[in-house]
């Protein structure tokens, strides 16, 4: 049975298990409840445990490939520039509709006593209020922290992925057999974090039983009220992002039928669908871009390879709209100077994500904990996280392809979207 499966499974027993029981249940005299809350605790501390070292090396690894060879280019400039000018739209498309909409404000009153969150609103409150336009500087000094441990041990990620950033992009200069080592070395702590959160992901559905179990036991069926509103609230900003601004660029900087182009990709795009994987449907993306839509091997093999690393507009405009989804259910009103860190932190954390799937919850987790949120309200939104997962792998893939068609556009390109579409082997796909 594939993961989504045993996840969806798990949502079904947890809920019937959560509906079947209360706070007072006993099973051979020892609580239910308290064993529901185990599972989801340790599910939720797994996923923390791999926080920093899955992030940094992330970032060091992305970097270290980006400046191999000729990629500082011109291109490799336009390219980083535009992926992330369009993971910044994803982003503010993002927070703009879940202010919008409010997914996490239930008939005026926050949805925190719907979704059973456990943790005390006022300390939640006392670790938020009070940030201004003045509280700026503090976000400048978080970036440069004096002491890498103790801002680990605090939970202060900005002044970690700062550090990663600059330990990255100095270390790809770095010759002769120190450099080869030290990049080799990070790039094998890398693998094996990523293999650690697969083998956390794999349990997913334990801890997706035990949190709903435990939500539904506290809340009954209520919660699902403002988790189809968030469901909602994510589609409808991927649908705007994909279908609006990318294809706006399409048309107006590249010239060229948005709607040819997205009928080029369709087989990528259901692919990454089903995968949930950019990394996985690379190979079919790059076919789809150069058979399909016309763009030269030069131009794809450089951008597309770039983009399943570091350009994630789908993965940035989610973990944004998470982050206020579960803001809003504990009811902050959080300042303008929260959702810029919020906005920062999800563009820097986007590029970090690898390109598996549900790895994104780490960097999720890395938001809550920059803004002051408990990492354990992460649990919420894993219900949906499955299927949301495959809509965002599909506009990442998408902005990947955009960009390839905008770049070759740009280098001259003419034949770009103009060509019949040739018919591709999908058997491996």
């Known amino acids: 049975m594939k993961l989504h499966h045993q996840i ?68 490799g400039m336009k390219t980083v520039l535009f992926y992330m000018g369009t993971s910044l739209m994803a982003i503010l498309i993002g927070l703009l509709v879940v202010n919008l909409i409010a997914p996490g404000i239930i008939d005026g009153q926050p949805a925190r006593d719907l979704l059973g969150l456990s943790a005390d609103t006022q300390d939640t409150l006392q670790s938020i209020e009070g940030r201004g336009a003045g509280d700026f500087t503090q976000i400048l000094v978080q970036m440069l922290p004096p002491n890498l441990f103790q801002a680990a041990a605090q939970g202060q990620m900005l002044g970690l992925i700062v550090f990663s950033l600059m330990f990255g992009y100095f270390l790809r200069t770095l010759g002769g057999e120190p450099g080869a080592a030290l990049r080799n070395t990070i790039e094998g702590i890398y693998q094996v974090t990523l293999s650690i959160t697969m083998l956390i992901i794999r349990f997913a559905p334990l801890g997706v039983f035990g949190l709903i179990a435990a939500t539904v036991s506290r809340t009954g069926l209520d919660a699902l009220e403002p988790l189809a509103l968030f469901f909602i609230t994510v589609l409808l900003a991927l649908g705007l992002h994909m279908f609006g601004t990318m294809m706006l660029l399409i048309r107006v900087l590249g010239r060229r039928s948005p709607l040819r182009h997205l009928q080029a990709m369709t087989p990528a795009l259901l692919t990454a669908f089903s995968s949930s994987s950019s990394a996985a449907t690379l190979p079919l993306t790059m076919e789809c871009v150069q058979k399909r839509s016309g763009v030269s091997k030069r131009t794809s093999s450089f951008v597309l390879p770039l983009g399943a690393t570091v350009n994630m507009d789908g993965t940035a405009l989610y973990e944004c709209v998470a982050a206020l989804f579960i803001a809003q259910a504990y009811g902050l009103d959080l300042s303008l100077t929260t959702q810029f860190i919020i906005v920062l932190t999800a563009l820097i954390t986007s590029i970090g994500v690898a390109a598996i799937p549900a790895a994104s919850l780490v960097a999720i987790t890395v938001i809550l904990g920059v803004i002051g949120l408990p990492a354990e309200a992460i649990g919420l939104i894993l219900v949906t996280d499955r299927v949301l997962d495959m809509c965002r792998t599909a506009a990442n893939v998408w902005g990947d392809s955009v960009c390839a068609v905008l770049l070759a556009r740009s280098e001259g390109e003419e034949d770009v979207l103009r060509q019949p579409m040739r018919e591709l082997d999908l058997e491996q796909g």
């Not at 809920?15 to 249940?25: F, H, N, Q, R």
């Not at 239910?32 to 599910?43: C, K, Q, R, S």
């Not at 940094?56 to 191999?68: D, F, P």
Request: proline share 4%; net charge neutral.
């Open 8 to 75: 969806f499974l798990a949502m079904l027993l947890g809920g019937l298990a959560g509906a079947v029981t209360s706070e007072g249940s006993q099973l051979f005299g020892v609580p239910v409840l308290p064993g529901y809350d185990l599972i989801g605790t340790l599910f939720i501390n797994a996923l923390k445990m791999v926080v920093i070292p899955l992030i940094t090396t992330a970032i060091m690894s992305g970097l270290m490939n980006v400046g191999e060879g000729r990629n500082l280019g011109r291109m």
